[in-house]
């Protein structure tokens, strides 16, 4: 959002954002530098829960005013209610590369990964984005409501007969992907580039190529040579 974009608000989501000014007044002043904290890059909805946070917060491009938005806006109709939440601890890392819209309902957790976004990414309602690892996400990338994307199991999970466990690994999401609502992206997967992955599916594995058609649970090729526009 940039300050032109203000006026073409309606009258709610002008009050929306006047009661958002503390706490992004508070994360920018809390995780930037103090020249950049000044342009106030992040805006955050006041709609949320701050759990920790730390200065490892980083633009791949010169940040302008509201050019991410965390925790605010989304498609009018779906579920709401439900509160932002935002971790960031000391061992992880975030960079955003462009504009970037994460609305309202969002779980950012970064607990020892780092997460990297690319331009122009937009995710709606009540997705959840939990880092332990690292998860690479393309320009031009679109998530549907309820999307998440985990790269770890959370929990320590023994084999039988596999000396080594682990339970966390890279993600990543190509360029100008859409990634359908219901969607689960784990660990160890890899979408790539103009590819969509359809409603409920689970991605789970490394697909190789472009412009796929990934779904189900778990998720396969469904067709190749696939086009789409937002």
């Known amino acids: 959002m940039e300050i032109k974009d203000v006026f073409s608000l309606k009258i709610r989501e002008i009050f929306s954002l006047i009661i958002s000014l503390p706490i992004t007044i508070y994360v920018n002043f809390r995780c930037l530098p103090f020249k950049t904290a000044l342009k106030l890059p992040l805006f955050i909805g006041y709609r949320t829960h701050i759990d920790k946070l730390s200065r490892n917060i980083k633009f791949g491009c010169e940040p302008t ?70 998860i690479i996400i393309g320009d031009h990338a679109l998530f549907g409501w309820n999307v998440e994307i985990l790269d770890s199991d959370n929990h320590k999970v023994r084999h039988k007969n596999k000396e080594k466990v682990c339970n966390h690994g890279e993600i990543k999401i190509g360029a100008h992907v859409w990634v359908a609502s219901f969607s689960h992206i784990l660990k160890n997967s890899c979408i790539p580039d103009g590819s969509i992955v359809a409603y409920h599916s689970l991605v789970a594995k490394q697909f190789e190529g472009e412009k796929l058609l990934l779904g189900g649970c778990p998720a396969k090729v469904i067709e190749e040579e696939i086009e789409w526009e937002r």
């Open 65 to 134: 005013t509201f050019m991410v938005r965390i925790g605010w806006g989304g498609t009018e109709g779906r579920e709401q209610g439900k509160k932002n939440y935002l971790l960031l601890n000391e061992n992880s890392s975030i960079q955003f590369n462009g504009r970037c819209t994460m609305s309202s309902g969002i779980s950012l957790i970064l607990d020892l990964g780092s997460l990297e976004i690319g331009d122009d990414f937009f995710c709606n309602k009540n997705c959840t984005i939990s880092c332990n690892d690292r």
